[in-house]
């Protein structure tokens, strides 16, 4: 039972990751003018604003494309990660604890918190949970 409510668990990780990557890929396209989408421009304007307000309270200064680039690389983690649990390998686990590190450093480079922390912290405990539910193989 806990083995099907651990993949229940990856498979929403996996889920979330592959969305990541494919909001990440389309608006850095869009931003890029690789695409040129019509209904993209509300997304990458909101996006942009959201940079621009926050210039002088970054740590780490972003473009548009950058923060983009930045969600595609944490879904690229997010899904690896859970591939790699469903595998059962410890790398699975180290991935989604970098995934983990980049969204906390989101909120630390904005020194803002939002409502998206919630999700953060949801990912967390799901991730502790894993640890029991599916524990890597060992190797002898």
């Not at 494919?22 to 940079?51: H, P």
Request: proline share 2%.
């Amino acid at each position: 039972m806990k083995n099907k409510i651990g993949l229940i668990i990856l498979i929403l990780l996996l889920g979330y990751g592959i969305i990541r990557i494919g909001v990440g890929t389309v608006l850095l396209a869009q931003t890029s003018e690789i695409i040129s989408f019509e209904e993209l421009n509300d997304a990458t304007l909101e996006v942009e604003k959201f940079i621009n307000a926050r210039s002088s309270k970054q740590l780490v200064p972003f473009t548009t494309s950058g923060y983009f680039a930045y969600i595609l690389v944490m879904g690229i983690l997010l899904t690896a990660g859970a591939v790699g649990i469903i595998a059962r390998g410890k790398w699975g686990f180290y991935l989604l604890w970098i995934y983990i590190a980049m969204h906390a450093a989101l909120f630390v480079n904005y020194q803002e918190i939002n409502p998206k922390i919630i999700v953060l912290a949801i990912q967390i405990i799901l991730l502790v949970v894993l640890t029991y539910l599916r524990p890597a193989k060992r190797l002898n």
